[in-house]
């Protein structure tokens, strides 16, 4: 190290602040000299130069090495993934040459960390995890894979898009709770409940919070949570997964109305939030190039009108038969649909027999409840919910018809007791979101390490 040359600022390898670096106006001035700690993302050696992608979860950075520091040992022999220091001075990249953030590092002194290099030869990253791994390698792989340009991007966007929901939640003054996890109810059916022994007891990992949220409202107002939601699914989709992240919201003293009204406001919000930031944009549009954001109001169909839909465009159900009311409308042709009309649509008032016990009849048309699955392109249903029943009689003849004892649920059927009040809300799957907003094919690539029917590793 050149002790000589002016002292080098530490950066992020994304610091884009021009006062910081003086490199916004760097055409006729002098760049900094920086410091930067990094990864080597990508490598590759000319004659006389060596160019290295650095990157540090932040950015990636162009780093040039040039005369004897190319020729050195370490640089020869540098492997991917290697943790480095650089000192050296920034400068616009040439007319016509491409890197991130169009800038290059020239640098004067450079030092592998003592941690040591990361493995190379055989066992280097790239003989591991590259483009044409199958997929379930990569699954077994996922902490090798998050280092990988489109996994960390999608993991970045959850994070905007999280955080976003919060950021949305308080505007709208809705308070955060955090129900449990271990539970001795079902909300949404018998059959994807994950059952364990706890303290010799049958219970349960939740399957939503959404009985628990509702407990709140009459001393909470509006409250959320963004919590994990388990189900036993045995099926291998693209849309389900055994642990997710359930984004889930209940409000007090509204109408079905204001319930889907309040639905396209949060997402769009929430997309607004996510779009103004200017690297989470970048990446959903490298993700998702033809990314529009969706038209306002969305489309609206009732149930009834989607099994006419069908019928219409000849789409049969699970059966190979042409759909009927009544039918639950099953992945493929939901998604079908979906994917025909191509934008966002609340798909309302399903039949109270495919849908869960606590949802209320409509005053209309007792055949159907007030209920509601938001579907997206490429994904189809990301987001469920409805009216709640919040007579106390009906919702004791929904147990019985449904066949659950209510004793467990004493106090959920105590809410309908003292002091109820016409109240909804909904959950939304993370994951689907993030499918849907970063036009990835399954869920299992928008959380960290996903776990489905036969994966419960790393
Ligand atoms: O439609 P669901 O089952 O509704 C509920 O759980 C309600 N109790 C929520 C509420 O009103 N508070 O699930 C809601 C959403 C689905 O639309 C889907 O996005 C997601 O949760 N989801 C799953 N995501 C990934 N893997 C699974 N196995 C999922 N099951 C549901």
Redesign the pocket.
Known sequence: EDKSLPEAVKIKLDDTDAKKIQLGDGKDKKGTRVRVFGRVHRERRQKEVMFVTLRDGYGFMQVILTGPLAKTYDALTLTRETSMQILGELREVPAGAHAPNGRELHADYFKILDVGRAAGGDDAITNRVSKDTEHATLLDLRHLALRGETASKVMIVRDAVEFAFNTVYKELRFRKVSPPALVQTQ??GGA?LFKFNYYNEEAYLT?????Y?ETCLPSMGNVYCIEK?F?A?KSLTR????E?T?V???LDFIDFGDLLDHLEEIMCRVLDIVMSDPVTKQYIMELNPEFKLPERPFKRMKYSDAIDWLVEHDIKNEDGETHKFGDDIAEAAERRMTDIIDKPIFLTHFPAEIK?F?MPKDKDDARVTESV??LMPGVG??????MRMDNYDDLMAAFKREGIDPTAYYWYTDQRKYGSSPHG?????L???LAWLCKQHT?RDCCLYPR?FGRCKP
């Open positions: 909300v949404e994807t399957q939503s919070s959404q009985l949220l939601s189900r699914e849309r389900h997964l055994a997710y359930h889930e919201a209940e869960a606590y699955d938001c249903e990301i987001v469920g919910g409805s809300g909904y959950g939304l799957g994951e689907r979101f869920v489905y």
